[in-house]
């Protein structure tokens, strides 16, 4: 017997879907995977396939013989979470590193809490950091393995640049001795950056996928640029201050994951919230976070752990700013 399913008018229908949401990000994500094929050569295609493949398993398995419920890997979030996770690892990472990680994304941040749209914290997110806490030696190992294309990539340092400026910084170097020394440029940190993880190879196609999904209206630009623009605030600030022990905000900005995390990570319709004012409020808080984790904590990068406090707090902001309601009279002024 079917089952007639009756709910209150209006009835809005739109063309979007959850697949063709998750279809365009991924469509963003690829001038960033792209690259670091580019610069990476097969360690980058196989942290991808193994993460996506090994996401859309463990949901399957999962919904089909533990939860038995409908099966709905062919909406793409799961491949999505793998290929994210695997944007945010070392380019020489093991392939048993991104199945474990995919499998804590998976199995304990998003399924064990209902599935998509039920999970409060982002689940690649959740499994990068697992890998980070779990294994700390090779996920801080950032020597760039070679590439199928470029000849001479050994010659690239494998030291991130936040964590040259960090030991530098340990050592009682200034700003101005630790950028002589490295001879950092701002235009290798737009296309390809002295290290990192496989995601933050370059600037610019991040730049790209922003631009892709704005225009498609996957996401709104409430979270990146209040995100971006808090980063640029008070990390300003803090050089204004003292800045032969702060680097100057465009550095900031360039260098670690801040534009995969505000770009990619931060904007997850399940984990960000839903009015205008609470994504703005989110995302200055994102960006103060990771600014307070890489100058006074013990990691060089902090994005992420911004972004999953902040992602703890988003039923509250939902709940204390929530969007006009359908057909509610707003006065002018």
């Known amino acids: 017997m079917k089952k ?5 008018a209006p009835h809005l229908h739109g063309k979007e879907s959850t697949q063709s949401l998750m279809r365009d990000v991924i469509i963003a994500l690829s001038p960033s ?5 580019y610069f990476f050569g097969f360690s980058a295609i196989k942290l991808a396939f193994v993460g996506a493949i090994t996401c859309v398993l463990v949901e399957y398995a999962i919904q089909k013989y533990i939860i038995k419920s409908k099966v709905s890997i062919n909406d793409y979030s799961a491949a999505l979470t793998g290929l994210l996770l695997a944007l945010n690892l070392p380019p020489n990472s093991p392939w048993w590193i991104v199945f474990i990680g995919s499998i804590v994304a998976i199995g304990v941040a998003k399924m064990s809490f209902g599935g998509l749209g039920q999970n409060l914290f982002n689940p690649a997110l959740v499994g990068r950091v697992f890998l980070l806490v779990s294994f700390p030696v090779i996920m801080t190992d950032w020597a760039i393995p070679e590439s199928w294309f470029r000849e001479g990539i050994d010659a690239y340092t494998g030291e991130t640049a ?3 400026v960090k030991e530098g910084l340990s050592r009682g170097l200034t700003m101005d ?3 002589d020394q490295h001879s950092f440029s701002y235009s290798q940190m737009l296309f390809s950056k002295i290290g990192g993880s496989v995601g933050e190879v370059s600037t610019l196609a991040l730049l790209f996928g922003l631009v892709y999904m704005i225009i498609r209206k996957v996401i709104k630009p409430h ?4 995100i971006i623009g808090s980063i640029l605030v008070f990390s300003g600030a803090l050089w204004i201050i003292d800045p032969q022990h702060n680097p ?7 260098t670690g994951g801040i534009l995969l995390g505000a770009i990619f990570m931060a904007t997850d319709y399940v984990t960000s919230p839903m009015s205008k004012k609470g994504m703005i409020i989110y995302g200055i808080g994102i960006g103060v976070l990771t600014v307070l984790i890489r100058t006074y904590g013990a990691y060089p990068e902090g994005i992420s752990f911004a972004i999953l406090i902040m992602n703890a707090t988003v039923p509250l902001l939902n709940n204390y700013f929530k969007p006009t309601r ?3 009279e707003v006065k002018n002024g």
Do not use: R
């Not at 979270?223 to 209040?226: A, F």
């Not at 100057?248 to 360039?254: G, N, R, V």
């Open 4 to 8: 007639l399913v009756v709910s209150p």
């Open 33 to 37: 995977l792209l690259v670091s094929i």
């Open 162 to 164: 936040l964590s040259i």
């Open 177 to 179: 001795q630790i950028f």
């Open 223 to 226: 979270i990146p640029l209040s």
């Open 248 to 254: 100057d905000p465009i550095f900031t900005i360039l």
């Open 326 to 328: 359908f057909g509610k």
